[in-house]
Nanobody, 123 residues
Framework: QLQLVESGGGLVQPGGSLRLSCAAS????????IGWFRQAPGKEREGVSC????????NYADSVKGRFTISRDNAKNTVYLQMNSLKPEDTAVYYCAARRYYCSVYTAEFGSWGQGTQVTVSS
C-alpha cells in the first residue's frame, strides 16, 4: 500500500525557514515523481514544486521561485521541500503526492496523497 507522510510544518516568523519532509512507504520513490502542493483557507489547492524520477524539477508557483527547493534522498525514500524567506502568504496546509515517473500540472493525475502538514507564517 502506497503511503506518504508529511512532517516538518509549524509556526515560523516571516523571513524564517522550514524543511518539509515527505516519507514514502510501500513503494520506492525510484519510480515516482513527487509533487508538493498547498492549500490555504478558502483557496483551491495549488502546485508548489515537483521532482520527477529523472531529476527534472518543475516549479508550479512563480511566487516560490528562488525561495523553495525540492530535493530527494532515495536512500531514505524521502522528498524534501526546503522553504526559505517565508512570507505570510505561504501559510497553508502542505501536501505531497506521488505520480508514476513524471510530474504533471494537474493535481488529479497524482494518485497518492499524504495527510498534509500545516505551515503558518506569522509574527
Amino acid at each position: 500500500q502506497l503511503q506518504l507522510v508529511e512532517s516538518g510544518g509549524g509556526l515560523v516568523q516571516p523571513g524564517g525557514s522550514l524543511r518539509l519532509s515527505c516519507a514514502a512507504s510501500g513503494f520506492t520513490l525510484d519510480y515516482y515523481a513527487i509533487g508538493w502542493f498547498r492549500q490555504a483557507p478558502g483557496k483551491e489547492r495549488e502546485g508548489v514544486s515537483c521532482l520527477s524520477t529523472s531529476g527534472v524539477i518543475i516549479n508550479y508557483a512563480d511566487s516560490v521561485k528562488g525561495r523553495f527547493t525540492i530535493s530527494r534522498d532515495n536512500a531514505k525514500n524521502t522528498v524534501y521541500l526546503q522553504m526559505n524567506s517565508l512570507k505570510p502568504e505561504d501559510t497553508a496546509v502542505y501536501y505531497c503526492a506521488a505520480r508514476r515517473y513524471y510530474c504533471s500540472v494537474y493535481t488529479a493525475e497524482f494518485g497518492s496523497w499524504g495527510q498534509g502538514t500545516q505551515v503558518t507564517v506569522s509574527s
